[in-house]
């Protein structure tokens, strides 16, 4: 029977041209295009309880002559979806289907366009021939008032378009009786869909149990459908490369959640190389991204980074399923796949609240939630990446200099390193923290961030302390290098590691093992973590959806920044802190002037 309806329900349902005459050939079907948003398909229990989620939050597009994929492991709702676009969702107690789904952009229970549903089981009378099966469809199908020598025209046809030439007088058999081949019968129940002339046409992984030859010729075939005008839509678990080589689009499910929709070919394996590298466009300090390039190409080419020769669709279903050899592996392949379907999420709320045109109802508020904890996030970095810098440039550009005439003075042995050090310091305080409380009373209210006294003393806390620990940095870097120059191009080159490891570009969780070690001595990442706590704890965001994000706490978790307190995060500011004095300390002691010792005259040189 009709599956559930789609929610919310449709108004009314326009009167349709049932009789519309199909056309000769199955020529000129009228263009489709299916736009689907924010579709959920839940399980419940029998408590009424959501249990599981066979779809969640799916959104996507299907346009006519092109031929689109549903990717993913067994399990992740390829036919499920598949279903739902088709409106054939077997109507279930246990199941409630929510979302939006418009073909030409009205809404599908307006009806107005024909589909096909070639099932995965193919259920024919075995002992016609694939002519007569053609046929009885025909005269099923077609209006009676066609002529039968139109309808024998338009068989031989389809016969023609789906390659069944050869075999049409043959019997289409079955277990027991030898009939045509597998691809044979997918083919021919393509033929026997195509005879109403569908603008759509769904295919329920049309290539299972065909060999690979056979398999190739089913999805030329659908293919060619695709390139005639119809909107083609199949289902598929693991195709081979020639096979993936035919799709215009795909959409990649794992776990009922979309991990990548777009164009096939090059595009998704550009898409999932790219996760991660998007900082470039944000990032100021030019003048490292070579080192930073370097760290983050070897971070992405050894995960996402599909090998030269491997077959992509094999690389593709890789990457989006669950290992399940070990409790590590399953742990860590779940991670990543978390990982790729929130970058995949924030990727289409940011071109949804970009692109208004096409925005769903329903899409708006999960992409302003989105926004604003991104917008939040972005503060807490601008602010943490700003604080440092300004302090690092300003101690290295002065450091070095005074390091010379400090080393004169010691020299002479005005005074000792311990007391010049101690008294930099304490001379220091008013004036290294100056600046940023400065900086942090002009900034709080104008990025509108948490209005309350108690977070705004909390947030020139954290941006205090991280100033002193980056000019501590900066001391180091200025006892290190030999001249100014030397200092300015060392100083920011280490801090945008930090930067880059600092929790906003590379997810602490997702730090590969080797460099796991730099957000821990990052003092970007402690105070940028310090920032989003200040600003996401406590908070309640509306909710529209039981999935949706509803506390600051989740916010954090879900940006892996939780689990602490804002005073752990002072703490680790302040070893950092004692760490680089305490280098600033050893260098200018190992490094302390040496002059060359005037050594008594040997007997022999005397007496030359
Ligand atoms: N009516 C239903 N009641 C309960 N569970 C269901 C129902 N329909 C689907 N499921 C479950 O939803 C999940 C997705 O099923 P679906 O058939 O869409 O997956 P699939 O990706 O097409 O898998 P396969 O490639 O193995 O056919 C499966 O775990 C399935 O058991």
New binding site residues.
């Given amino acids: 029977g009709p599956g559930p309806a789609l929610l919310p329900p449709a108004e009314d349902t326009e009167d349709q041209d049932a009789d519309e005459e199909a056309g000769g050939g199955g020529g000129g079907v009228p263009p489709v295009t299916i736009r689907w948003a924010r579709i959920t398909c839940a399980?419940k229990n029998k408590r009424g309880e959501v249990a599981r989620f066979?779809l969640s939050n799916v959104s996507g597009e299907a346009k006519p002559g092109r031929l689109l994929a549903l990717m993913?492991?067994?399990?992740?709702?390829?036919?499920?979806?598949l279903n739902v676009l088709a409106g054939q969702l077997?109507a279930?107690p246990?199941?409630h289907l929510s979302g939006h789904l418009y073909v030409n952009g009205r809404p599908m229970s307006k009806g107005g366009y024909k589909i096909a549903y070639v099932r995965q089981e193919d259920l024919f009378f075995s002992q016609l021939t694939v002519r007569e099966t053609l046929s009885l469809a025909a005269e099923l199908q077609l209006p009676d008032t066609m002529a039968p020598e139109r309808k024998d025209s338009y068989i031989n046809d389809l016969l023609l378009r789906l390659g069944l030439v050869n075999c049409a007088d043959s019997i289409v058999g079955d277990a027991k009786v030898r009939g045509i081949s597998g691809g044979e019968k997918k083919r021919l129940a393509l033929a026997c869909e195509l005879i109403a002339s569908p603008s759509v046409i769904f295919a329920d992984?049309p290539t299972t149990g065909l060999d690979a030859f056979q398999a190739e010729k089913v999805m030329e075939t659908l293919r060619k459908l695709a390139e005639y005008g119809h909107t083609v839509i199949c289902?598929i678990?693991q195709p081979r490369g020639s096979v993936y080589s035919k799709f215009d689009d795909i959409v990649l499910?794992s776990e009922?959640e979309v991990v990548y929709m777009g164009p096939a070919k090059e595009e998704p394996l550009s898409y999932f190389a790219s996760l991660g590298l998007l900082f470039f466009t944000h990032l100021v300090p030019c003048i490292l991204l070579f080192f930073s390039f370097v760290v983050l190409v070897s971070v992405n080419i050894s995960r996402y980074q599909c090998p030269d020769h491997m077959n992509p669709a094999e690389f593709l279903a890789d990457l989006i399923s669950v290992d399940y050899s070990s409790a590590e592996t399953v742990q860590s392949s779940r991670k990543r796949i978390e990982n790729l379907i929130e970058a995949f999420a924030n990727k289409v709320a940011i071109s949804e609240v970009t692109n208004s045109t096409t925005k769903p109802e329903g899409s708006e508020f999960s992409a302003k939630l989105v926004q604003k904890s991104t917008k939040k996030q972005r503060r807490a970095k601008v602010a943490a990446i700003n604080t440092a810098m300004a302090a690092l440039t300003k101690t290295v550009g002065v450091f070095p200099k005074e390091r010379a005439i400090v080393d004169r003075e010691r020299a002479k042995g005005s005074y000792a390193l311990g007391p010049y050090l101690s008294s930099k310091l304490l001379a220091e305080i008013p004036i290294g923290a100056a600046f940023p409380l400065i900086f942090g009373s002009i900034l709080y209210p104008m990025a509108k961030l948490h209005p309350t006294f108690s977070r705004f003393v909390k947030f020139c806390s954290i941006v205090t302390v991280e100033s002193f620990a980056a000019s501590a940095m900066g001391l180091t870097v200025g006892a290190m290098a030999p001249t100014t120059e030397a200092a300015m191009a060392l100083g920011p080159s280490l801090m945008t590691v930090f930067i880059v490891f600092g929790g906003y570009y590379v997810n602490p969780d997702n730090t590969p093992v080797i460099f796991r070690w730099i957000p821990r001595i990052s003092l970007i990442r402690w105070a940028f973590q310090g920032l989003c706590i200040n600003e996401f704890k406590g908070l309640q965001f509306e909710q529209q959806h039981s999935y949706d994000i509803q506390t600051g706490e989740q916010a954090l978790e879900r940006f892996s920044l939780g689990g602490i307190k804002i005073a752990d995060t002072l703490v680790a500011q302040g070893r950092i802190l004692m760490f680089w004095y305490w280098s600033t300390y050893l260098l200018l002691k190992k490094n302390r002037p040496k002059y060359q010792p005037l050594l008594p005259p040997s007997e022999k040189g005397q007496n030359k």
Wanted: charged share 10%; no cysteine; aromatic share 0%.
């Fill in positions: 399980l066979l993913g492991p067994s399990g992740s709702g390829k036919t499920t979806l077997s279930s246990s199941l992984e289902s678990h499910l009922g």
